[in-house]
């Protein structure tokens, strides 16, 4: 990652954080004449403004699970491995790394990192920033099968419970920690953080912005860059109008803005498919969910083309496997938009004038505000009264990790390229995590099991495609859409590189 980070630097550009030695750069989109419209700003020599959805409350990469705070962060820490463009496993932290059995994996660790406080990185803080996990919550599935973690020289070695295929690919989540500084600040860390990545914190202001410098001891090449600002913004035309008043160099904008960037010559477009997976997710243990019935009919209320058609650049799927992938398919059982069929199932279970469904359903952006409104109102045709929830980002995901929740809106990138987390929306021992639908199912958590274990590509479809057909019935996740992501820079950025797992 470092090498990446600082060839982009000298570029004086933004690249997505994570990732790695990405070769594929996105399409830039021709632009034409801006006639009267504002100038956007020059890119100003060092100093970069990036405007991205919001500056969470906790920085720790692992615990947000978040988009957003990787790319700030990941300039701050370096990762063990990182996924490139491709969503091949590049270098990081580990120079190489090998599986001697289907339970080891071995990591060569580089010499001369140092943390941001003068102190060398240790093969110490390595073995921590992976035994950490232990008491993060998310990562329960990770952890049930980290057996043991053992360090000898510059090797890593990790044992595992049994034999996982998509194991090692988990390790690009973990950033290096500095274990003595951690345990003397203890849960200060996540917001005074210390890493070894080329730029450290400046300011934070929580909610609001983040400022990075460059750290002018960094024992590798320098970055160029003076400083990165990112800017919270969660209104989505705001975002772009940052961009075009000058107040930032670089932003992913609104589907809708994607003609105004084009038409401005002051302005660079550039678009990119990503592992981005849009969903309504149902919490399976806590009524009325927890009846599949309703899950089904809620299910046959969704207009998924109407929804789609909303903002430009969205396609509709039928599967938490990323389109991409090819694992991906599209079972016969999903449930296809059908109003009748949903009031028909919701009267079946007791539901009708009389007594109508009522629940919450939970967003966290402004932008997710108009496909639920549109989604709200073919439920209101039917009868049914939902009501729409717009939390902070934080809170919406503390409180989903803790299925809290009835109903809830989002999306996600797979940024490991690893099939095995899309097994996990189904997966018992994922809840609050993959599986925030909080799904039980014997026959799916054993497909799992037997996904982790394959090394057959042909058996690892066949797993997949019977998973697929198991939610496509029970529908604790609705998939709803993947999209295209529009990005609009001024003039003075070249090279910008955009990475399939949407890191900036």
């Not at 059995?101 to 071995?106: A, K, L, P, R, Y």
């Not at 035994?131 to 049930?144: G, L, P, Q």
């Not at 026959?443 to 090394?455: P, S, W």
Request: charge should be negative; aromatic fraction near 10%; hydrophobic fraction near 40%.
């Amino acid at each position: 990652m470092k090498k990446l980070l600082m060839a982009l630097a000298m570029m004086s550009l933004l690249a997505f954080a994570g990732c790695g030695n990405a070769k594929e750069s996105a399409t830039q989109q021709p632009a034409g004449d801006s006639g009267s419209q504002p100038a956007a700003a020059a890119a100003a020599p060092g100093d970069i403004t990036v405007v991205i959805s919001e500056v969470g409350n906790n920085m720790d990469t692992i615990v947000a699970n978040y988009t957003d705070t990787s790319i700030i962060m990941y300039h701050v820490y370096d990762q063990l491995v990182t996924i490139d463009d491709n969503l091949a496993i590049q270098e990081g932290v580990a120079s190489s790394w090998n599986q001697p059995d289907n339970t080891t994996i071995e990591f060569v660790i580089k010499d001369g990192y140092k943390f941001h406080n003068g102190d060398p990185m240790t093969i110490e803080d390595v073995v921590f920033s992976i035994e950490r996990t232990r008491d993060i919550a998310r990562m329960a599935s990770f952890v049930e099968n980290l057996k043991e973690v053992s360090a000898s020289g510059n090797k890593i070695t990790v044992k595992m419970n049994e034999p996982d295929s998509g194991y090692i690919r988990t390790f690009s989540s973990i950033v290096i920690l500095n274990k003595k500084y951690c345990e003397e600040v203890g849960e200060a860390y996540a917001n005074t953080p210390i890493g070894t990545g080329p730029f450290k914190v400046k300011e934070y202001i929580p909610g609001s912005r983040m400022v990075l410098e460059a750290w002018a001891d960094y024992p590798f090449e320098k970055a160029k860059l003076n400083t990165i600002t990112f800017k919270g913004i969660s209104e989505q035309a705001a975002k772009y109008i940052a961009i075009e008043s000058g107040d930032a160099h670089f932003a992913l904008i609104d589907a809708k803005d994607r003609d105004r960037a084009t038409s401005n010559d002051k302005v660079n477009l550039f678009e990119k498919t990503t592992t981005y997976t849009g969903f309504v997710a149902m919490n399976s243990t806590l009524a009325p969910f927890d009846n599949a019935n309703v899950r089904r009919a809620i299910a046959s209320a969704y207009n998924k083309e109407g929804i789609a058609g909303i903002s430009p650049g969205q396609k509709t799927i039928d599967s938490m496997f990323p389109t991409m992938f090819e694992t991906y398919s599209s079972s016969e059982y999903t449930p296809k938009y059908d109003l009748a069929k949903a009031k028909e199932l919701l009267e079946a279970e007791g539901y009708n004038a009389s007594n109508p469904l009522k629940f919450e359903a939970w967003i966290y952006s402004d932008s997710g505000l108009p496909p639920m409104e549109a989604f709200q109102a073919e439920l209101r045709s039917i009868g049914v009264e939902m009501t729409i929830v717009n939390l902070e980002f934080g809170v919406f995901l503390e409180k989903m990790s803790n299925g809290e929740y009835q109903l809830l809106s989002g999306g996600w990138n797979n940024v490991e390229g690893n099939p095995l987390s899309s097994f996990e929306c189904y997966y018992s021992g994922s809840f609050g995590n993959m599986n925030i639908g909080f799904y039980s199912n014997p026959r799916a958590d054993e497909l799992y099991a037997l996904a982790k274990a394959t090394t057959s590509k042909e058996d690892l479809q066949a797993y997949a495609k019977e998973i697929q057909d198991i939610a496509a019935q029970d529908v604790p996740i609705l998939p709803s859409s993947t999209r295209v992501f529009y990005y609009a820079a001024v003039k003075g950025l070249q090279g910008v590189d955009i990475l399939t797992n949407a890191y900036v």
